[in-house]
C-alpha cells in the first residue's frame, strides 16, 4: 500500500503541471455540481436571490449588466456550470494534446469570472487557488513551449507559498490564535464547526493550544521549506496536506483538499529546482 501511494507521489510530483491541472479541476468539478444540484440557494429568498445580489455586483456599462443578467437565469448557469464540468473532465482525462488541455483550462478560468457574481455568496479560498492554477496553466500551455510551461509551475508554487505564509502572518495580530482559543472558537460555530471536536477541545484545553499554535508554525514558516533547495519540503507538505485533511473532516472544507494539494508538485519542483512541468 506504501508502496504504491509512493508510486503515485513521484508520478504527480514528475508532472507538476499536470497534476496541477488535473487535482484543481476536481475543485471546479465538485464546485460546478454543488452548484447545480444547491438551485434553492439562487431561488427567491435564497442567499444568492438575483434580485438582491445583483445589486451588489454593478456593471459599469449596460452591456455587461445585460450580460450578468443574462447568466443569472437559472438555465443559463445551469448550462454554463455543465459546461465547466465537461472542461474539468477534458483535464482530468488522460488526454496530453497541449491546445485541447490550454482551451479547456482558459475556459474554466474565464467562465469563473463570469459565473462569480451568480455566487456572490458562499465562494471561499478554494475558488481562488483552482482560478490561479487554471489561469497559470492556460497561460503556460498558451505559450506552447517547455519554457513558458515551467513559468507556469513556479508561478503557481510561488504563489501556494505566499498564500500559506500570508495565512499564517495575518494570524498572529490576533490574541485568539496567540492565547490558542482560535480552533475552539471556530469549532464552536455552526458553520464550520464540529460539535464532537469543540467537546474534546473544552476536554483537553492544552492540546487544543498546540494545534493552534502548530498551525501557526506550519503557516509562518512554510515559506523556509525552499531553503536549502527543498530539503524538508517533502515533510512541510505532508503536514499541510494532513491539515486540509483535517479541515475537510471538521470544517467540512473539503474543496480546498482539493486545491491546495493540487498546487504541491508545484512547490516541490520551486523548492527543488526540477526541469520538467509536464
Known sequence: MLTRLRQVAEAACAQPLAT???LSAATHLLSSLEYIVRKSDREPGGLNDWTYTRSQVPARTKAMQAVKDFVAREPVTQAIHGSRALAAGVLISPVKNNTVRMVANAYLAGSQILIYPRHLFGTDGSDQVSFLVQTAAALGRAGGTEATRNAAVQFIGAQTVLSYGAS???KLPGDTWRS??????IMRTQTYGDQWFFNRLEQYPAASRVICHTVLALECGF??????KGKYVDVGLLAMGAFHLANARFMGLSRFAWAFVSTYPSVRAL???AG???
Not at 180 to 185: C, E, M, N, Q, S
Not at 223 to 228: A, C, G, Q
Request: hydrophobic share 55%; no cysteine.
Open 180 to 185: 490558542g482559543d482560535a480552533l475552539a472558537k
Open 276 to 278: 520538467k512541468a509536464a
Open 223 to 228: 515559506p523556509l521549506l525552499l531553503l536549502k
Open 20 to 22: 496541477a491541472e488535473r
Open 271 to 273: 523548492a527543488k529546482g
Open 168 to 170: 499564517g502572518w495575518a
